[in-house]
């Protein structure tokens, strides 16, 4: 009899625990990454890449550049952050930044540490226009009601092409409409080298 009993309770604890659902288990995001740094950019033609990839575990004890894709792999938003906490003091100089797309429109904003809408470069909205393949072509800046302004380097829209050899063109327009030199360094830059090759002929 305790033979039987002793079964009967197994043959229970056995059904108990297999009708039990198990608690779920979070799913890996594949469509988020975490990185150390940014890849380092001086243009707006270039989209956020980050470098050193780290692991979830790793990004909540580590300040880190949270990347999320949407499912055709386009960036919906980078994050400063440690723990999913947005950290106000990034390479970007705001904590967030987010993209949605419309047509061939992809449009940038700018967020603080406390998820509320911030200016980049003195401009509410970046409104980037992509070609039929994906690729930047122009981008114009917003305020926050719309219309069009210049950014702190008094450049309102640019405009890039790609050239027959690869590289890509690109041409800085203010609100007159008038072509913009972003800094003097280029252009001082290339007079050095010609002088250089001058010299060694």
Same mark, same amino acid.
């Given at each position: ?7 009967? !309770? ?34 707006? @033609? ?11 575990? *790793?990004?909540?004890? !580590?300040?880190?550049?949270? !990347? ?54 003195? #401009? ?35 405009? @890039? ?18 072509? #913009?030199?972003?800094? !003097? ?10 002088? *250089? ?5």
């Amino acid at each position: 009899m305790k033979l039987y009993s002793l079964l009967f !309770i197994a043959l229970a604890a056995i059904v108990f625990y297999s009708c039990n659902p198990k608690p779920a288990q979070p799913e890996k995001q594949e469509n988020v990454k975490y990185y150390r740094g940014l890849l380092f950019s001086e243009t707006s @033609w270039d989209l956020e890449k980050g470098s050193r990839e780290i692991s979830a575990d *790793e990004a909540k004890t !580590i300040n880190n550049y949270k !990347i999320t894709y949407n499912g055709k792999n386009q960036i919906i938003s980078v994050e400063y952050n440690r723990n999913d906490s947005l950290l106000d003091y990034s390479s970007m100089g705001v904590a967030k930044v987010s993209y949605t797309y419309d047509g061939n429109k992809q449009i940038r904003r700018a967020f603080d540490a406390k998820n509320a809408p911030a200016q980049d470069e003195g #401009v509410s909205v970046f409104e980037y226009t992509l070609d039929s393949t994906g690729m930047r072509v122009a981008l114009r800046f917003l305020d926050d009601a719309g219309q069009p302004v210049e950014n702190r380097n008094k450049i309102h829209n640019y405009v @890039w092409s790609k050239m027959p050899d690869g590289m890509i063109q690109e041409k800085r327009y203010n609100l007159a409409n008038e072509m #913009v030199q972003n800094h !003097i360094f280029g252009d001082l830059l290339k007079r050095t080298i010609v002088g *250089e090759m001058r010299l060694r002929f």
